[in-house]
């Protein structure tokens, strides 16, 4: 059954280092998302993403935070300079297509930053 | 004040036991989907509901959504320690348009054989 992959799954940096977390989604989706969730809090969302644009964006995702889709497969959440507070479980998801009145998501199993 | 409201936020049940976990808000949604979480992994759709009153069976799990389309319980009959997890609910935030959803707080949800 096809999956969205996430790398890496665990990644601890020191505080103003920039870190690049990966996806790959799965292949016929064409909406892209990245959501966070802090360690005992709620899943939250960051952005989204869209025919290579980003489509919307939560208040959480400030100028620290960018995303891309270099080449057809994979879809990359890069932070500039990681704060403590930037601590979470980053979940990748996607959408297929023909699913938009409802919105389902397919969640990767998500990439653990631990800053310090 | 949160959107969607889940309870209770934490049960421990043994294994057999029934069990209803909500899903409550005060505004009207298009549809809401359930979710399982395991500790570490990401998010797991179980379902959605988009028809008020509607109700789906998923084997020993039985979601309804509310007649108004402003909640939705999950059932879950004979518990096993399988079912341990967090269960959340979400909603969608634009109508045909599928953009982010808005996850309620979480059910952790633990059985013990």
């Known amino acids: 059954e096809p999956e969205v992959t996430q790398t890496p799954s665990h990644q601890v940096t020191q505080m103003g280092q920039e870190v690049i977390l990966r996806c790959v989604p799965i292949?016929?989706?064409?909406?892209f998302y990245w959501y966070r969730q802090i360690l005992g809090q709620k899943v939250e969302f960051l952005v989204s993403?869209?025919?290579?644009?980003?489509?919307?964006k939560s208040e959480i995702f400030d100028d620290q935070f960018s995303v891309e889709r270099p080449d057809g497969s994979n879809f990359t959440l890069k932070i500039r300079s990681t704060k403590l507070e930037d601590s979470a479980m980053y979940f990748c998801a996607s959408r297929p297509p023909g699913h938009s009145n409802t919105g389902e998501l397919f969640f990767g199993e998500g990439s653990r930053l631990t800053v310090l | 004040t949160q959107l969607l409201e889940q309870s209770p936020q934490f049960l421990s049940i043994q294994e057999g036991e029934n069990l209803t976990v909500y899903c409550n808000s005060s505004s009207v949604f298009s549809s809401l989907q359930w979710y399982r979480q395991e500790p570490g992994e990401g998010p797991v759709l179980l379902v959605t509901?988009?028809?008020?009153?509607e109700v789906k069976k998923l084997k020993r799990l039985t979601f309804q959504f509310g007649d108004a389309r402003k909640d939705s319980s999950l059932h879950i009959t004979a518990a096993q320690p399988g079912d341990t997890g967090l269960y959340l609910c979400?909603?969608?935030?634009?109508?045909?348009?599928?953009?982010?959803?808005?996850f309620g707080q979480g059910t952790e949800l633990s059985v013990k054989p």
């Open positions: 509901v988009v028809t008020g009153g």
């Open positions: 993403f869209y025919n290579n644009e980003i489509s919307e």
């Open positions: 979400a909603v969608p935030t634009i109508y045909n348009q599928g953009g982010k959803l808005i």
């Open positions: 292949s016929n989706h064409l909406y």
